[in-house]
């Protein structure tokens, strides 16, 4: 039982120290805006885009997940 309470320890450490991670990355991009993929689907990306960019990087997300979409 000690071993479970070990590991669960080390889990919920590992996601804390993610979460720490994502939010540092956060607050160097700055302003984010939301684009809609699908009905269920949307992407963060940063708000300084141009259009063309954005399309870029939504052409490249949707060849990386194509069933996704």
């Not at 071993?3 to 889990?11: L, T, W």
């Not at 590992?14 to 949307?42: D, H, P």
């Not at 954005?54 to 979409?69: A, F, M, N, Q």
Request: zero cysteines.
């Amino acid at each position: 039982m000690k071993k479970s309470n070990f590991i669960g320890s080390e889990m919920s450490s590992s996601n804390q120290s993610s979460e720490n991670v994502l939010k540092e990355y956060k607050k160097k991009v700055g302003k984010v805006i939301y684009v809609a993929i699908s009905a269920r689907t949307t992407i963060e990306l940063p708000a300084d885009l141009t259009q063309e960019e954005i399309d870029t990087r939504v052409e490249h997300y949707k060849k990386l997940h194509p069933s996704r979409i």
